[in-house]
């Protein structure tokens, strides 16, 4: 019997929020072979915890055992496709992907450069490889004149939580928008963000969202789901959009 159909004869044998793992590991096996357990964590809603008792459920000693069995299974089931129908798919994908940054509401991003432009202080949070669109418009905000404070990691963050106030800017990237990460290191600012704090995501039912005054949603989420990485060039895309109508903003 393969991996994915033993697990899913445990599928009674999982607690409640183990089974939000199982969910996902039977619908994205695929990324399995590059995703930690923090990042299998995160995507599934959950804990490292909750991830290693799933894996202790089905009889391995940790995560490290699941993922060689996991990366073994697909090598050995997956049937190799052809290369060029693989691009051209991919391809399409990220075309349509593009197209649908039209649905982003119009009003919210001109409401954030209205934001950037009025305001001194400005936060920008991004962990892992949500840290890549925060560089980017850390940069870029700056090649225009425009000075940011921001957190690429945990400590980093940490340290910076404690000198907002509610006249700042936060902008907070986050793929998944797992509550997990912010909890970690902005937990102050749980139920005290700042008025003019904005979470950009993919994740359109994002557990932050509620959080946040402003949400923009980025297309991608289900392409992400369906990858072995994070798919950072959406964000990258809009950042570099968003930084243009900055500086064309009157």
Known sequence: MDLLNIIKLHHDDFSKTELKVYEYVINHPET??????????????????AVLRFCQVLGFKGYKDFRFEMVKYLHENIKEQDSGDLWNQYINEYIKMINQFQNIDRDLIEQLIVD???NKKIYLFG????????RQLKAGLQDLGIMTFAGYDYMES?????????DDVIIFFSVSGAKNNFKRFLTPLINNLPSKSYLITMNPNSQLVELFNNVITIPGYTLTNQSVIDC???FLVFVEILLNLLHHHA
């Open 32 to 49: 399995i072979e590059t995703y930690t357990i923090s990042k299998i964590a995160d995507v599934s809603g959950t804990s490292t915890s």
């Open 127 to 134: 962990i892992h490889y949500s840290s890549l669109p925060c």
């Open 158 to 166: 940490a340290h910076l939580v404690n000198t907002v106030n509610e």
């Open 232 to 234: 950072e060039a959406f």
């Open 116 to 118: 950037l432009k009025q």
